[in-house]
């Protein structure tokens, strides 16, 4: 089936209206973040889809810049933790304190309580300070000594770290990075856009200049939206037999998980939908399995030793898969 025959097939664009503060949003971090469209847009796709993304690269590229512009941008409630050695879980979660008045225990919340969360070098905290997110990545909630406190929404985390071969920085877990429905880097800049910056940022910081473009009700509407479009079941097999890929991939130890497929049919809808079109596309699918895939993957020894990448696999990957007739 053609992609002519699909869009026959399937419900209108998507609500043009519920989307059209994405596209500010994007404007918006495009005036501190310039030569990045890619980064933007993937960023913009895992907000729309409800998910968390992880900002990975070496220090100095824009990794926090991004995040503190896509947080002011939607004005929603946002903190920051700054993830240090020494940072303790009831830091990120809350802690429940003695009041002497009241004679009794009352839950003061941690900084995970906000609609969006800026976890600034994650990797530089202890597994055990970074375990704390996983329940609350993942469902939305808290548990703190036997009480679960829900979340906002929308809930997102944006988080940042260095190689893992930089100094003072522990891996993330698997568990971990499962959670992330997208990973990013920002590369260095072109030429032209490093001067630019030059520019722009010599004479004053043009985060001061970032203003709230929509708010925590019109992203809940967003997501809402990209969650009704389209997509057809041979799709859903295909992203199936990529996600199976990985698992048999000689180079890998560890594939992808179902949870991958589950994140990459989300993160194709809020692309679809950032396109406006009401139906996914096998494009919407081949474009994010990268950013979406790689950064699940544990390749084996061997890999090492040939200097093969995850994204370099995944890339391999979906250049064989066939797509299924009927997407």
């Keep these: 089936m053609t ?5 026959q097939g399937s419900p209108a664009p998507t609500d043009g209206a519920a989307l059209a503060s994405a596209a500010d949003v994007g404007r918006s971090v ?19 889809a409800g998910g968390h993304l992880l900002i990975e690269d070496v220090p100095g590229v824009g990794k ?6 896509l947080a002011r941008s939607l004005g929603c409630s946002a903190r920051r933790i700054q993830f240090t050695p020494d940072l303790l879980p009831g830091d990120v979660v809350g802690v429940s304190v003695f009041n002497q008045d009241t004679r009794d225990f009352e839950f003061r919340p941690g900084a995970i309580f906000a609609n969006v969360v800026i976890a600034d070098e994650i990797n530089r905290a202890s597994p055990k300070t970074q375990s ?3 329940e609350c990545m993942e469902e939305g909630q808290a548990t703190v000594d036997g009480t679960t406190y829900l979340l906002g929404q929308p809930f997102m985390v944006v988080a940042t770290q260095n190689p893992a071969e930089m100094e003072g920085t522990y891996p993330l877990p698997e568990a971990q990075r499962d959670r992330f429905m997208a990973r990013l880097s920002m590369g260095y800049p072109d030429r032209a856009s490093e001067i630019a910056m030059l520019d722009a940022h010599g004479a004053h ?9 929509t708010d925590a009700t019109e992203v809940r509407a967003m997501v809402d939206a990209v969650r009704a479009v389209h997509v057809a079941p041979a799709l ?3 992203v199936v037999d990529l996600v199976a890929a990985t698992r048999n991939h000689p180079q890998v130890r560890l594939g992808a998980s179902p949870r991958s497929a589950l994140h990459l049919v989300r993160a194709a809808r809020a692309s679809a939908a950032l396109a406006g079109r009401g139906h996914v596309l096998p ?3 081949q474009s994010l399995a990268v950013p979406v895939l790689a950064h699940r993957l544990v390749l084996s020894t061997d890999a090492h030793l040939a200097r093969a990448t995850p994204e370099s696999i995944v890339r391999e990957i979906v250049a064989r898969v066939p797509i299924p007739a009927g997407s």
């Design 3 to 7: 992609s002519d025959a699909l869009a």
């Design 283 to 285: 494009d919407d699918v």
């Design 236 to 238: 859903h097999a295909y």
């Design 64 to 69: 926090t810049t991004l995040a503190k512009s």
């Design 132 to 134: 704390a997110l996983l």
């Design 30 to 48: 495009q005036q501190v973040i310039s030569g990045k469209p890619e980064a933007i847009r993937t960023a913009l796709v895992v907000l729309l």
């Design 205 to 213: 910081n043009p985060l001061e200049a970032v203003a709230p473009v």
